[in-house]
């Protein structure tokens, strides 16, 4: 088993996982919500939903850290806590892409050692924009199991100009809003 699989299902931080299994170039994908703050505990068999979470989570590995993961903050708020919790499976060398839907700016900054590429996000998806940055089309996409789906966008990702100016974590803070994502449509 994947160390960070064993690390993810040892602390109990998968959340609605739509894949968790080894993908066919890497020793593991993950796609769902992972748990940043844990519910409270209310007996040995019942526990209310997370405080927070990390959503649309794209995880790659291939050894003892996450080499990519791609994910949406609902809050800048959660970022401190995430790191917290993951830091022992993050590496200096990974590639971390945040979603964050009360930030203001985009920015590459360094946080603890490791390097996060912060976005603005409205009203688009997390995996929307990873297509876009990998400049895929749907189509390239369609006929793609879903484990080949987490290669192929990492394989592209991980070789794109992000075109992202570095900012220091006070400057990406500075620029939190107090808006939240833009809904559309019936809610």
Do not use: H
Not at 74 to 80: A, W
Not at 146 to 169: C, F, G, M, P, Q
């Amino acid at each position: 088993m994947s160390k960070i699989k064993e690390f993810i299902y040892d602390n109990n931080l998968q959340w609605q996982a739509s894949f968790s299994a080894k993908t066919e170039k890497y020793a593991y994908g993950y796609r769902g919500s992972i748990i940043i703050t844990p519910g409270k505990i209310l007996s040995e068999d019942k526990q209310l939903p997370p405080k927070a979470t990390a959503t649309q989570t794209i995880i790659v590995s291939n050894g003892d850290k996450i080499d990519f993961l791609a994910c949406e903050l609902e809050t800048l708020d959660f970022f401190e806590p995430f790191v917290e919790r993951y830091k022992d499976v993050l590496s200096p060398d990974g590639l971390y892409l945040l979603f964050v839907t009360d930030l203001d700016i985009n920015g590459k900054f360094t946080y603890e050692g490791f390097t996060f590429n912060a976005f603005s996000l409205d009203e688009s998806s997390v995996w929307n924009e990873l297509v876009e940055f990998a400049d895929l089309s749907k189509g390239d996409l369609k006929k793609a199991s879903a484990e080949e789906k987490i290669d192929i966008v990492y394989d592209e990702i991980k070789s794109t100009n992000l075109r992202i100016s570095e900012k220091s974590y006070e400057e990406i803070k500075a620029n939190q809003s107090s808006r939240g994502k833009v809904l559309f449509g019936a809610v």
